[in-house]
């Protein structure tokens, strides 16, 4: 899998691709579909969710620009695979998941991982999560026609928002904001599918 990252897809940051190569994904998806979970594609989980392509798991994390230092907040945690992934490239992760099933289980699974610097609570993450804000880092990992307001507002100056982007709930183009001295400069990073992201700041229901 790692392979493919650095050749077919290139990733290029070395520890995005450690972290890749450590984090043993089939921990993440039920028992049935263990013998996929190193394939080039996303799963279904629970709630009628999905864990994401590795690839766009790998090209998001990279697209952070996290350090060892960095507070991350992520939105949409699933099945806490990016959130582990996250925990090994940055210094503390925040994550929100809106369905209460799946973010006990992420966090379990984390906690099973031996990962003590990620927590994981279910609200509604358009909302972002002001008590430890602002962020170096905030990755959405669920589609909204918008930027949601409150997650520029929890940006640090200089920090990176990744988000997938689109007018229908179908198809999403990857946005990545940053935050300078007195604007977001957005920028584009091609196609991609994810399932909704719903709530007050996202879209308003199922
Ligand atoms: N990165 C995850 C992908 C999960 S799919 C993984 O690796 O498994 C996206 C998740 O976003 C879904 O679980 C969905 O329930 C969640 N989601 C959608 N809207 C949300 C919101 N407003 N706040 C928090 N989570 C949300």
Not at 142 to 163: E, M, N, S, Y
Not at 167 to 174: G, N
Request: aromatic share 6%.
């Amino acid at each position: 899998m790692a392979e493919r990252l650095r050749d077919h897809y290139r990733i290029r940051d070395r520890r995005v691709l450690d972290a890749m190569m450590f984090v043993p994904r089939h921990v993440f998806v039920s028992e049935a579909l263990q013998s996929r979970a190193y394939g080039d594609h996303a799963l279904p989980i629970e709630a009628n969710q999905t864990i994401s392509q590795p690839y766009i798991v790998a090209r998001m994390t990279e697209l952070l620009e996290v350090d060892a230092r960095s507070r991350v907040l992520e939105i949409g945690a699933g099945s806490g695979y990016q959130t582990a992934v996250l925990s090994r490239v940055a210094g503390q992760v925040y994550a929100i998941e809106r369905i209460a099933n799946l973010a006990r289980e992420a966090q379990a699974r984390i906690r099973s991982l031996d990962i003590h610097n990620a927590t994981v609570k279910c609200f509604d993450g358009t909302l972002g999560w002001s008590a430890h804000a602002p962020y170096d880092a905030i990755l959405v990992a669920a589609g909204g026609p918008d930027v949601p307001d409150p997650l520029l507002v929890q940006l640090k100056v200089g920090g990176r928002l990744v988000i997938p982007v689109g007018a229908t709930r179908e198809s999403q183009r990857l946005v990545r904001v940053i935050r300078t001295d007195d604007d977001y400069v957005h920028e584009e990073h091609g196609p991609c599918a994810f399932v909704p992201l719903i709530g007050r700041y996202g879209w308003t229901n199922e």
